[in-house]
């Protein structure tokens, strides 16, 4: 019988060195923090008030490392990174080897919005400082990001109104009854009605008082639309300008229409606003926009085109096609208007 060397898989590794000496000196990682430390994070320090009770805070700094380190590794969920944490080298290389859970993540990246917006404006005006960010040809692009909320989070104005109004009966006759209801149901259900009222709010403010009105009651701002996958359920339609010299993203917005349609003049206005502010108004007009199909629109490519802005967009050719099923005399370009009438006639 061959004799081979035993499997050791299970055996307790005790590792010599440091974490510095370990890391290769061209790690991501490495790089990553020499572009953070070269940032003001000065207003991410006026949120933590415990110079003098509580435990230490992990540094704003290795927390937004973390979590763009996370994205130029193609994004992962905060689960799986606080895994990555414990056992990667370059994510622990990060923290110092501090110790993070899921929820101190999620709530750096949900909780300090306008402080990581900052940073960005600081990161645009660092590659502006030098040279680059030419900000002369930018890309446009769209895309439908599926919201946490499920599809029956959807629902109409008319539902809504009912079930706030059976919900009212309930607490009102909750109250009426000699023993009160109990704190744990009493909490549940002055959550669904507040979570209610909050919905409607919003429609009222959305402008949305028809009755088949619909809204997502969980995540307001995530309307029902057409995903990726052929279906349909909540989701962002999030809009974002990139820099196509340097790579670099410039303006990113999540807006309400359902379409990329006409969203290619008010993306680049604000790209240029977000180069002006980023550059002290030293920013180079833009003079080149690359989008897809999606955004063409003529009158709005013509008007750039006058306002020195060369368009890349190719025709949607989608909307020229013609429909199964229908013979080419009964084609839409087959019909003539005639005003004298109001009607179609081919």
Known sequence: MPRYVSDNRAQTLFVNGSLDGLLPDNSVARLVWAALEQLDFGPFDAVYKNDETGRPAVE????????????????????????????????????????????????FRTGHLEALT????????ALGRGDLLPGKSMGVDGSMIRAAASCRAVRSRERMEKRLNRLKKVIA????????????????????????????????????????????????????????TGGFGPAYN????????????????????????????????????????????????IQS??????????????????????CFVPEDRAKNRKPKGVSEEFVGDAFEYEADTDTMRC
Not at 118 to 125: E, K, P, S, Y
Not at 292 to 310: M, V
Request: with cysteine; aromatic share 2%.
């Open 60 to 107: 704003p700094r290795r927390l937004a490392a973390v979590w763009i380190l996370a994205l130029l590794r193609g994004g992962m969920p905060s689960l799986d990174l606080e895994r990555q944490c414990e056992r990667d080298l370059e994510f622990r290389w990060l923290l110092g080897d501090a110790p993070v859970k899921k929820s101190t993540l999620c709530a």
């Open 118 to 125: 900052d940073l960005g404006a600081q990161v645009l005006a």
């Open 173 to 228: 006759q909750k109250l009426e009854e000699s023993d009160a209801p109990e704190e744990k149901t009493a909490k549940t259900l002055e959550h669904k009605l507040n979570r209610l009222e909050r919905a409607l709010q919003e429609m009222d403010a959305l402008g949305r008082t028809d009755p088949k009105d619909c809204i997502t009651v969980s995540e307001p701002e995530a309307d029902r639309r057409k995903l990726k």
């Open 238 to 285: 999030v809009q974002v300008a990139a820099d196509l010299d340097s790579g670099a993203l410039v303006h990113a917005e999540i807006v309400q229409q359902g379409n990329d349609e006409g969203q290619l003049a008010p993306q680049l206005e604000q790209a240029q606003d977000a180069l002006d502010a980023a550059l002290d108004k030293n920013a180079a007009p």
């Open 289 to 310: 926009a690359a989008a897809d199909s999606g955004y063409h629109n003529r009158k709005q490519l013509a008007a750039l085109e006058e306002n020195g802005i060369r």
